[in-house]
């Protein structure tokens, strides 16, 4: 009897090896540099740290991301890769430590994805969704808390989100680097590993479940600021189909010229006593991060000067001033958050600082703005100074996308007005980044709600509809140079934006850019 009771033990032992074994070999892929073995997370597979170039180290510093070789076995894709060279970012004003923390070592071997799938997926069957984070172009990374892409996942896509290289070393130019590039540029290092990132998606992503004529590029402030110069460039062309810019399409950000950029590099490296770029790819990564420019102000706003730069190249153009057709037009979702103008919210007003305000920002048509917002007292002067936030960002959003549609792109345009739980949530509304964890459906670090979650199924539902192909449903309306509908967002049924503004507020702003004012996000 215990011979037969052992027996029977040891079939269900080599029973349960073999199932395990199952288990760890579907949750391995074959890339094309090499097998990679994600990890299981509830009916999702993860692979976390997938590389997708050489590490930009040594010499190939401030040089195109460069092709893998193979490696061999299999690699553990179970844990983030490190983030890119950047500051520690610390919580602060409404963005506590979901929205910072990176939980992954900072190096400047960073070049990594990450892929979520089903665990059932067939190959080449979803839609695949690349998320580029925000940050400026400075912090940030993939493994933020708020970008995993798992409950995303779940909902029948494959989702990627990828590093980039960030400040000095992502977006130097210097005359040096541009005498050793084939194309007499420099700068834009960071998107050009987004560029290698969607080449490897479109080699490997139908190995993971993924349809590689069905790729959305999606992104958050910077991130959609990146995702619209992709648009703009050459080399992107045909590695994506549609795109998502939330919060940073339209919004009035100058990036620098070339030469503009590289003067500024000249001006760094003589600051810090470096004589030549071989000096300079010596010099250990962390030391490079005191090396930062003085802020430029010119015209108004803070202008992001290690960042995205108009190289006539790379990035031929200005994709938020061009009038003519981007390199790929593919239909595009951009919107922005009701309370984006004041990160810490919007300050109590007087009648006398809302007409300073109003007078230092539009100039000679002050008088026509002040006359469209009272300002009799302060109550009136602090709900006029966020409604002309609002409306400064609706307006912005839809002279861009208006600008888009007469080329015969389509973009759908969307306000997020729900104000995320958390401490000082009426203060702070719906704030710059607050939409994201109801994309990501990523709830444990705030007091979210039944209808919260809601939401977060309906944005969800919206983004992988388009990103599937299968458009917007009702009330979205493409906007056109005759019509400028957007949808709000932030409740569980989404509504029609035509009462957010009033024609005549929207039009004291088209004036104002007609006569070549500027709207800016700040």
């Not at 799938?117 to 912090?139: C, D, E, K, R, Y």
């Not at 990132?197 to 479940?209: K, M, P």
């Not at 992988?464 to 709000?488: E, H, M, N």
Request: aromatic fraction near 8%; charged fraction near 15%.
């Amino acid at each position: 009897m215990n011979i037969l009771i052992r027996a029977a033990w040891r079939m269900l032992g080599l029973g349960l090896l073999a199932l395990a074994s199952l288990g760890a070999q579907a949750a391995q892929v074959v890339t094309n540099h090499g097998a990679v073995e994600g990890v299981d997370q509830g009916g999702v597979r993860a692979f976390l740290g997938i590389p997708y170039a050489q590490p930009p180290v040594g010499p190939l510093r401030w040089r195109a991301p460069q092709d893998l070789p193979a490696w061999p076995g299999v690699r553990a894709t179970q844990a983030f890769a490190p983030a890119c060279m950047q500051d520690t970012p610390r919580a602060w004003g409404p963005f506590t430590d979901e929205y910072v923390q990176l939980r992954a070592p900072i190096s400047e071997d960073c070049l990594y994805l990450n892929v979520w799938t089903p665990q059932n997926a067939a190959a080449g069957s979803l839609p695949v969704l690349v998320w580029i984070h925000g940050g400026g172009f400075g912090s940030g990374a993939a493994s933020v808390p708020i970008y995993d892409g798992a409950s995303l996942a779940a909902r029948g896509a494959v989702v990627v989100s990828i590093n980039y290289r960030l400040g000095l070393l992502g977006f130097l130019s210097h005359p040096a680097l541009a005498a050793e590039s084939p194309q007499s540029v420099s700068g834009n290092y960071g998107l050009l590993d987004m560029v290698a990132a969607l080449r490897w998606v479109q080699a490997n992503i139908a190995r993971f479940g993924g349809r590689a004529d069905q790729v959305t590029i999606a992104g958050q402030s910077a991130g959609a600021a990146a995702v619209v110069d992709l648009l703009a460039m050459p080399s992107a062309r045909g590695l994506f189909q549609r795109a998502i810019a939330m919060s940073g399409a339209g919004m009035g950000a100058r990036p620098l010229t070339l030469a503009e950029a590289q003067r500024q590099g000249e001006q760094l490296l003589n600051q810090a006593g470096i004589g030549s770029l071989a000096e300079l790819r010596q010099r250990p990564a962390e030391s490079l991060l005191s090396l930062k420019p003085a802020m430029d102000f010119s015209g108004g706003m803070p202008r992001l000067l290690l960042a995205p730069v108009v190289d006539g190249q790379v990035l031929p153009v200005d994709p938020e001033t061009t009038a003519a057709a981007l390199a790929s037009p593919v239909p595009l979702v951009s919107g922005y958050m009701a309370d984006e103008g004041f990160v810490m919210g919007p300050p109590p007003s007087t009648p006398a600082s809302f007409e300073a305000h109003v007078r230092q920002r539009y100039g000679a048509a002050a008088d026509g703005f002040l006359a469209a917002y009272p300002h009799a007292d302060d109550a009136q002067a602090t709900a006029s100074m966020r409604q002309i936030g609002r409306d400064r960002y609706m307006a912005s959003l839809l002279l861009w996308a208006e600008r888009r549609a007469r080329l015969g792109q389509t973009v759908y345009g969307y306000v997020y007005e729900r104000p995320i739980p958390g401490p000082d949530a009426a203060r702070f509304g719906a704030f710059h980044t607050g939409e994201v964890p109801y994309l990501f459906g990523v709830f444990e670090h705030r007091p979210y709600t039944a209808e919260d979650r809601a939401v977060s199924v309906l944005l969800q539902t919206h983004w992988l509809g388009f990103a599937a192909g299968r458009g917007l449903p009702a009330p979205w309306t493409a906007i056109t140079d005759r019509a400028s509908p957007v949808t709000r967002l932030g409740q569980p049924v989404p509504v029609s934006g035509e009462a957010l503004s009033s024609p005549q507020r929207l039009r004291l702003f088209a004036d104002f850019v007609a006569a070549g004012g500027v709207l800016t996000m700040f």
